[in-house]
Nanobody, 128 residues
Framework: QVQLIESGGGLVQAGGSLRLSCVVSGRTITSATMGWFRQAPGKDRVFIAAITWSKGETYYADSKRGRFTISRDKEKNTVALQMDNLTPEDSATYYC?????????????????????WGQGTQVTVSS
């Protein structure tokens, strides 16, 4: 069974950077869509970026393009999210997600319900 474990969250000052990592364990995957979402208290879970495991094709929420960079390392079985020029509005719990398996419908990468495996989340707090 595939499991996702996030790390790299923490406290950072506005303007700083963080790099989140998501380790994929339990099975060697060859095809999946991996995504990063975030959720602030009292708000919906919001799409940030996604990447296809096999080809490394990337997709970003328009509002996140430029400051956030998603990548994957097949050898290390990890997916990373580089976050630059952070602001207090970026404070949230960040989640790694995987769309892994056989589905009847095509992926809608920006929607949380397209993903069937989730990590436990890692907290990011940006101070002003």
């Amino acid at each position: 069974q595939v499991q996702l474990i996030e790390s790299g969250g923490g406290l950072v000052q506005a303007g700083g950077s963080l790099r989140l990592s998501c380790v994929v364990s339990g099975r060697t995957i060859t095809s999946a869509t991996m995504g990063w979402f975030r959720q602030a208290p009292g708000k919906d879970r919001v799409f940030i970026a996604a990447i296809t495991w096999s080809k490394g094709e990337t997709y970003y929420a328009d509002s996140k393009r430029g400051r956030f960079t998603i990548s994957r390392d097949k050898e290390k079985n990890t997916v990373a999210l580089q976050m630059d020029n952070l602001t207090p509005e970026d404070s949230a719990t960040y989640y790694c997600a995987a769309r892994y398996g056989i589905f009847r419908t095509p992926p809608r990468r920006e929607f949380a319900d397209s993903y069937n495996i989730w990590g436990q989340g890692t907290q990011v707090t940006v101070s002003s």
